[in-house]
Each structure stands twice: as C-alpha cells, then as structure tokens.
C-alpha cells in the first residue's frame, strides 16, 4: 500500500553535493511530516532532517548548515540537497513518514563521501 522509492545517491569527494529524491505514495505524503534517515554501517537508523505538512523543517546538528529538505506536493516529491558532504555522512539513505506509522522501507539510495 505504502511506497517509497529514493534515488540519487553515488559516490562523491568530501565537499562535493548531491541531490536525493523520494517518491512517496500520496496518501502518505499528504497525512504525514515527510523526512530522511540513514544508517551507516553497524549504526542505528537516524532521523537527519524533516518537513512539516505546513513546510515548517527541522535538522539533525550534524547536518544544520549543510542539507536542506524541500517538497513537492504536485509530484509527490522529498527531496534532500545535500552540500559541503563528509566522509561521516557516508550511509544509506530513507525516506518515510515522520514520524514512522508504517514500519514500510524503501531500498535506500547508497552515499558514498571519499577522497
């Protein structure tokens, strides 16, 4: 029923940027607060930034500066512009519902930050 497919992820040099999609189902796009999560290796999954229905944003402390959450409610669209990248943000990245009300995953979309 729900559905999340996020792509834009790859391989990039510390400082370099990227842009993350998520297309979400609407049902779930239209109820919910809508944010992104990433789990490097051997960590928890970790909430790093989420949008509000009313476009309000908030960030996790070691992205404040650096990413920004947007959305498109025409197209059903999160995305995440990710700038100034580290090594330490080098995981797979999620979208879904903030918070999580179906316990439904996408793949992910792999970043990879290395020199």
């Known amino acids: 029923q729900v559905q999340l497919v996020e792509s834009g992820g790859g391989l990039v040099q510390p400082g370099g940027s990227l842009r993350l999609s998520c297309a979400a189902s609407g049902t779930i796009f239209s109820i919910n607060a809508m944010g992104w999560y990433r789990q490097a290796p051997g960590k928890q999954r970790e909430l790093v930034a989420f949008?509000?229905?009313?476009?309000?944003?908030n960030y996790g402390d070691s992205v404040k500066g650096r990413f920004t959450i947007s959305r498109d409610n025409a197209k059903n669209t999160v995305y995440l512009q990710m700038n100034s990248l580290k090594p330490e943000d080098t995981a797979v990245y999620y979208c879904?519902?903030?918070?999580?009300?179906?316990?439904?995953w996408g793949q992910g979309t792999q970043v990879t930050v290395s020199s």
């Open positions: 879904n519902s903030v918070p999580v009300v179906v316990p439904s």
């Open positions: 949008i509000t229905s009313g476009g309000s944003t």
